[in-house]
Every structure is written in C-alpha cells, then in structure tokens.
C-alpha cells in the first residue's frame, strides 16, 4: 500500500507560479514513476507530467511543456510540480499519482494504482 499527499495548491492570477508537492509513503520502495494530473470541472482527468524514479525519464503534456517541471527527491519519496507562466487553463485538481509497473510510458491515469486526494489549483486572469 502507498499513500501520497499533495500539497502547494492555491489561488494565483495569470503569470504566477506555484510548486505542488507529493509525498510517498507506504511501500514507496516498488514505486516506478510518479506523476501529475489534472482535472478541470466537466473533463476527464489529464496527464501532466509523470518521471520514472529510476532513470529520471520525464514526460510533459504538451499543453504545460516549458513552463511546467518536474523533479523527485528520492530520498525523501517526493516529486515536485514546479508551475510557472501560470494560465486561466490551468485550473484544475491536481493530483500525485504512482505507478509500480513498467511501461515503457505512462500518460494514462490506468497505467497509476495510487493516488493523492488532489490539490486545487485556480488561476485567475
């Protein structure tokens, strides 16, 4: 079993940046990647970014590529979500989620057997 909690989410206007953070606990030992989604209301929950805690592999949606990043501190069983240029578009739950099994690539939220309660994240413009 792993739990993971959230935090760092808020209330910021456009151009802003906030960084989330997760942390793992639990067996975090046979997590393989952890990641970031995102769920606006009326949409199906969106892949952010994921990073495989092995071999630092990073995965960025398009929609938050070079302004979004990603980072893990292993010894702690943490990832971080650094988001900067934030945008209207970006409101949304964010949520930490593990996988313990190798895909090769993980964007979808099936390929993730655990999950944060989610943080919300609200930009105004």
């Known amino acids: 079993q792993v739990q993971l909690v959230e935090s760092g989410g808020g209330l910021v206007q456009a151009g802003d940046s906030l960084r989330l953070s997760c942390a793992a606990s639990g067996r975090a030992a046979g997590i393989y990647t952890m990641g970031w989604f995102r769920q606006a209301p009326g949409k199906e929950r969106a892949f952010v970014a994921n990073i495989d805690r092995s071999s630092g592999s990073i995965y960025y949606a398009d929609s938050v590529k070079g302004r979004f990043t990603i980072s893990r501190d292993n010894a702690k069983n943490t990832i971080y979500l650094q988001m900067n240029s934030l945008k209207p578009e970006d409101t949304a739950e964010y949520y930490c989620?593990?996988?313990?099994?190798?895909?090769?690539?993980?964007?979808?939220?099936?390929?993730?057997?655990?999950w944060g309660q989610g943080t919300q994240v609200t930009v105004s413009s």
């Open positions: 989620a593990a996988g313990t099994i190798f895909y090769g690539v993980a964007i979808s939220p099936a390929q993730f057997a655990y």
